[in-house]
């Protein structure tokens, strides 16, 4: 047993035995109370005049009252573009030192996401929260000196005027803590490469050389590195390089549908942790190993409302209409889909985050991310959501013994009928007839209002198969490989002609390879 280990996890012990849980209602209360007191005397504080609903006999109910609902346009247009034209104390004390770039899962163009210190330091502070949970989970004490390796985006961050800009997981990663550098893997000089193909062949090349003990990482980038490292050394599995590695935490997307690609690399299974790392905050993680949910973060930083996800109080972009009712954390209840609504220390006000999650258990505060607002297809009142579309996929996995770690889907016209079509990423030999059958049938079971919907205007379900990598390549030709991107699950019309047409593309490319 190493005695290093020993003595780190005797520490992660002591830290998480000592540490006391919030009262979460008390601790949101405070943490409003500490925004609105920092954020008074900014542009933003003066214009809704924080000092008077400071002074409310319910600051949370008259926060909720004055203070508009932003998403990501309307916040930017309004205050945050005034920082780029060199204004200072705008939404939050002082110019924020990053930007945050978040593509999302729409659009080319990037968002621009402020990120002050206090937010470094807030993500900073929850790193450590999840380090010291891990006193929860049975792990030998060798893991714990192990090394980490954490794929994210480059953190050869851009200059900007006078702040920088790049994907959170490359501004985290810049920030590491000296003493943490030498557990850090790929280390500065590869995880500063910014062509992410570059960067991933020289972490093959390089991969022997290090003891990973966890990796971090979005599913489907992750996935794909530990194939080329597979491919680079000849090995049959990952554990064939890295023999320690025993925990993958992953965050932004659901790992379910991941999880039998992830099967056929390693040759023992992996300790999965799901986190909740956005580029607004680091908001939630699991703590513990007997569940897949997440607990949020009611202390450091960050204001949760949640406002129910409903049909009505959603529009077709995605947006939070204006009647909608919002709901502060004590008013949730379980296995109910929420959007949720963020107030930071990055001068982020009642903002639209575009996640939509659920409470598995209120009272350990422990969420799952369901989906987001704009992958709801409800075009013709079908009201399906991501997790229903994920548990589908995932049914069918079981169902047929295959593999479909990606797909997306739209709502379009066919012979002046609606159909919903699907791309599945699967290389099963399974006709598309006998996979839209099978979808169909999982998804009516599962949803009252599909059933409804399928019985009335939507009139037909298609299934296309096409290669994982199709979605990888469509990621890349639409925004950049690696760190934060994930794929679109749900597309408009439009787009799906254009992913259809990409698609025709990259196969007529191939053919001629």
Do not use: C
Not at 137 to 143: G, N
Not at 461 to 468: D, H, L
Request: charged letters at 25%.
């Amino acid at each position: 047993m190493a005695v290093i280990g020993s003595i780190i996890k005797g520490l992660i012990q002591v830290t998480d035995a000592v540490s006391s849980e919030p009262k979460p209602h008390e601790a949101q209360a405070e943490v409003l109370k500490n925004l609105l007191k920092k954020a008074k005397n900014t542009a933003f504080g003066l214009h809704y005049n924080f000092e008077e609903l400071l002074e409310a006999d319910d600051i949370k109910a008259e926060f909720a009252r004055q203070i508009p609902i932003f998403d990501y346009n309307k916040i930017n247009e309004e205050w945050w573009s005034k920082m780029h034209e060199g204004e200072e104390n705008v939404t939050w004390p002082g110019k924020p030192p990053y930007f945050a770039l978040s593509s999302g899962t729409t659009g080319k163009s990037s968002k621009r996401i402020p990120v002050t210190d206090d937010m470094v330091e807030a993500i900073r502070q929850t790193g450590i929260k999840q380090v010291a949970s891990l006193a929860n989970y049975d792990l030998p004490s060798d893991f714990f000196q192990k090394e980490i390796m954490m794929l994210g985006s480059s953190t050869d961050l851009k200059q900007v005027e006078d702040h920088e800009e790049g994907e959170i997981s490359g501004i985290s990663a810049s920030n590491i803590p000296f003493w943490f550098r030498n557990f850090y893997k790929p280390g500065v000089e590869i995880s500063q490469i910014e062509d992410w193909d570059e960067r991933v062949l020289q972490i093959a090349k390089e991969a022997k050389n290090w003891d990973i003990g966890a990796l971090t990482g979005i599913p489907s980038w992750t996935e794909l590195m530990l194939k080329k490292i597979i491919e680079y050394h000849n090995a049959s599995n990952i554990h064939e390089i890295w023999p320690n590695l025993m925990v993958y935490s992953t965050g932004g997307v659901a790992f379910e549908p991941y999880e039998k690609a992830f099967d056929k690399l390693v040759s023992h299974p992996l300790v999965v942790i799901d986190t909740y790392l956005a580029s607004e905050g680091f908001m939630a993680f699991q703590s513990r190993p007997e569940t897949r949910s997440m607990q949020l973060v009611v202390d450091n930083g960050i204001y949760f409302e949640f406002v129910p996800f409903k049909p009505e109080y959603i529009g077709e972009n995605g947006a939070v209409t204006p009647d909608a009712p919002v709901l502060p954390l004590e008013k949730v209840e379980p296995e109910k889909d929420y959007v949720l609504l963020i107030s930071t220390v990055s001068g982020a006000w009642r903002y639209v985050i575009g996640d939509t999650v659920k409470f598995t258990d209120v009272d350990r505060l422990e969420i799952r991310i369901t989906g987001r607002t704009k992958f709801f297809l409800n075009v013709v009142g079908s009201q399906l959501s991501v997790n229903k579309m994920n548990d589908a996929i995932k049914e069918m996995e079981q169902k047929f013994n295959i593999t479909i770690p990606e797909f997306t889907v739209a709502a379009i016209k066919k012979d002046r009928e609606y159909i919903h079509k699907w791309y599945l990423g699967t290389e099963a030999e399974i006709n598309n007839e006998e996979l839209a059958a099978a979808l169909d049938k999982a998804l009516q079971e599962a949803n009252k209002n599909y059933g409804v919907a399928r019985s009335k205007a939507l009139k037909g379900v298609e299934v296309v198969k096409t290669s994982p990598e199709m979605f990888t390549s469509w990621s890349a030709a639409n925004k950049k490989k690696g760190g934060q991107v994930k794929m679109e699950k749900v597309m408009n019309e439009e787009k799906f002609a254009e992913w259809e047409e990409f698609v025709v593309k990259q196969y007529s490319i191939n053919n001629k390879q």
